[in-house]
Structures are given as structure tokens and as C-alpha cells.
């Protein structure tokens, strides 16, 4: 758990650039450093949310079989 943590502050640090290179003025090389820093972000969020997803129990994603319904079989 303590990694999943580690990751979310880094999720959080790369949103946070992303937001600063986002306020800036436009120019082309600032354009290219948000694009660079949005793929980062994107990068850091997909693999925190694997890590999440992973962690948790795997009878969360058993749904019931009955029409109309979603909820968790536990």
C-alpha cells in the first residue's frame, strides 16, 4: 500500500506541472512541453490506477446475474 501512496504523490506532482505548463502564455515550445507533460501525467495515472485496481479484492468485480442490476456480489 505504501508504494500505491508513492505514486499518487507522484500522480499528483505530474498534474501539478501539467497545471502550470497549462497557465502559461502560449508559445510553440510551451505547447511542446504541456503535450510532454500531459503524456507524463497520463502515464503516471494509467499506472496508479492498474496498481489500484489490482489491490483490490477480486470478488469487487463479480456483479449479481440479475437484469438490471450492478451490485457487487460480496
Not at 1 to 15: F, G, P, T, W
Request: proline share 5%; glycine share 4%; net charge positive.
Amino acid at each position: 500500500m505504501e508504494k500505491l501512496k508513492e505514486r499518487l504523490d507522484s500522480c499528483q506532482r505530474a498534474l501539478s506541472t501539467l497545471d502550470e505548463a497549462l497557465n502559461m502564455p502560449f508559445s510553440i515550445i510551451v505547447r511542446d512541453g504541456a503535450i510532454q507533460r500531459f503524456e507524463f501525467s497520463f502515464e503516471v495515472l494509467w499506472k496508479v490506477s492498474s496498481q489500484f485496481v489490482g489491490a483490490l479484492p477480486s470478488r469487487a468485480w463479480h456483479f449479481r446475474k440479475v437484469p438490471g442490476t450492478f451490485a457487487p456480489d460480496y
